[in-house]
């Protein structure tokens, strides 16, 4: 059973927008990100970094930091539609008890910074600057060619207490995962397509990955190839495959700081007010979903931390089927 969606939020944000990254050398995750992921650079400094897609029009939708010390994620983005929804959502946290204050935040408006029940770090903002779309100016294309940002995947110790959460902010489910009656995995969003936030149940929070679109499905083959030419070639960490959980063809990156990005497919609609939440049997769901091998343990179990956020852990720890797991399996069973 999944928490009720409140329909009509006290506050309408509209979807995935940015996430900022504290990174241990520049130079060198730009270079990631443009000749590998395919981003393009909308402005640089000495300190910080700041790209989009190909098919973006606003200012970044990642931001790279430079930083001493761990690498951590300084905040998740969403955009909300008008300013007065910032307001609104500002009165909404500070009733909660939960952290809301202005913050000054280059190429954006006004922009609220708070975290939600579990100390994830976000960024509320309802404009930001907008650069020319570069979609048609092929000879600039590299990498995998990404557009857009479209989500990211979070870890929380309860999944069922921050599903209901995001769930009073109009955020919907298009697909879940269960074990039994037990929550373990939520699939939300807000734009109309069929994620902009996954919640996963385990150590957080933490920031598992997000993710861009890429045009075609070749662009996931071209950034492993990029990836090996560029000395990046253990840090193609999964796939490429096929998720069943939204059914995109997929693969996930590991950047020079271990920062997990995926590439995918473009998804179904979900805009419709009639459409069900599919439930998926964490106990019948293959971890290798179509076809291939099932994922490594570190990318179940490794995530970015928040910057100066605590963790918790959840009351059990996820058991899920990994390659090193499948792998003891098929050598029991040949010995056998």
Known sequence: MLPAVNLRPPFNITRTSHVVLHVADLNKSRDFYVKIVGLVVSEETASECYLRGLSEACHHSLV???????ATCKR?????????????AYQFFK????????????????????????????????????????????????GA?????????????????????????????SEY??????????????????LDLAIVENVGPKLHHF????????????????????????????GPGRHGPGGMLFVYLRDPDGHRVELFGSHYQTIDIEIEPVRWDAAS??????????????????????????????????????????????????AG
């Not at 790279?64 to 761990?70: D, F, K, S, T, V």
């Not at 060619?145 to 959460?165: G, K, S, V």
């Open 177 to 194: 995962l269960e074990h039994g009656d037990k929550l373990l995995g939520a699939f939300m969003y807000r734009k109309g397509t069929c």
């Open 211 to 238: 993710a861009y679109t890429i045009p075609e499905s070749h662009h996931i083959f071209t950034a492993c190839d990029l990836a090996g030419n560029y000395g990046y070639s253990a840090s193609v960490e999964r």
């Open 64 to 70: 790279l930091i430079q930083a001493r010390g761990e």
């Open 95 to 142: 009733d909660r008890g939960l952290p809301a204050e202005w913050a000054d935040v280059p190429h954006q408006g006004r922009t609220l910074h708070v975290c939600d029940p579990i100390g994830t770090r976000i960024e509320l903002c309802a404009q930001m600057k907008t650069c020319e779309r570069m979609y048609l100016k092929r000879e600039l294309f590299t």
């Open 76 to 88: 998740i983005g969403f955009r909300v539609f008008f300013e007065e929804d910032l307001d609104l």
């Open 145 to 173: 060619h990404a557009q857009r940002l479209d989500h990211f995947q979070i870890f929380a110790p309860d999944c069922y207490a921050l599903c209901d959460f995001y769930s009073q902010l109009g955020f919907r489910n």
């Open 285 to 334: 769901l293959s971890t290798n979903v179509r076809w291939g091998l099932p994922a490594s343990e570190r990318w179940y179990v490794e995530a970015t931390p928040f910057e100066a956020t605590a963790t918790i852990k959840p009351e059990k720890m996820p058991n899920p089927e990994t390659l090193e797991t499948y792998i003891q399996k098929q050598i029991a069973a040949k």
